[in-house]
Nanobody, 123 residues
Framework: QVQLVESGGGLVQAGGSLRLSCAASGRTFSTLAMGWFRQAPGKERAFVAAISVYGSSTNYADSVKGRFTISRDNAKSTVYLQLNSLKPEDTAIYYC????????????????WGQGTQVTVSS
């Protein structure tokens, strides 16, 4: 079993930045591929970014490429999502997810989920 706890969300003006963190426990972190998803009101949960087990590969949704950066620190069992140049349409609950093996971009491919952290971007 894996427990995931997100933090770092908040209210920010358009153009601003936030850094989200997701701390994992319960399984060797370096065996887990990690992902970030987000869910806006009235919409389905959507892929944002993913990172491979050792961080050598990353993948991003087109809507966040060049603005968001995913990274991980296996020594701290933590994955990060740096959000820059934020837009009002980035407003959502951001969820951290984990899976064994190779990273994927589909929601159904992840085995474990955090409770989410709210990001609100004002115009």
């Amino acid at each position: 079993q894996v427990q995931l706890v997100e933090s770092g969300g908040g209210l920010v003006q358009a153009g601003g930045s936030l850094r989200l963190s997701c701390a994992a426990s319960g399984r060797t972190f370096s065996t887990l591929a990690m992902g970030w998803f987000r869910q806006a009101p009235g919409k389905e949960r959507a892929f944002v970014a993913a990172i491979s087990v050792y961080g050598s590969s990353t993948n991003y949704a087109d809507s966040v490429k060049g603005r968001f950066t995913i990274s991980r620190d296996n020594a701290k069992s933590t994955v990060y999502l740096q959000l820059n140049s934020l837009k009002p349409e980035d407003t959502a609950i951001y969820y951290c997810a984990a899976k064994r093996g190779a990273m994927v971009t589909i929601r159904g491919g992840y085995d474990y989920w955090g409770q989410g952290t709210q990001v609100t971007v004002s115009s």
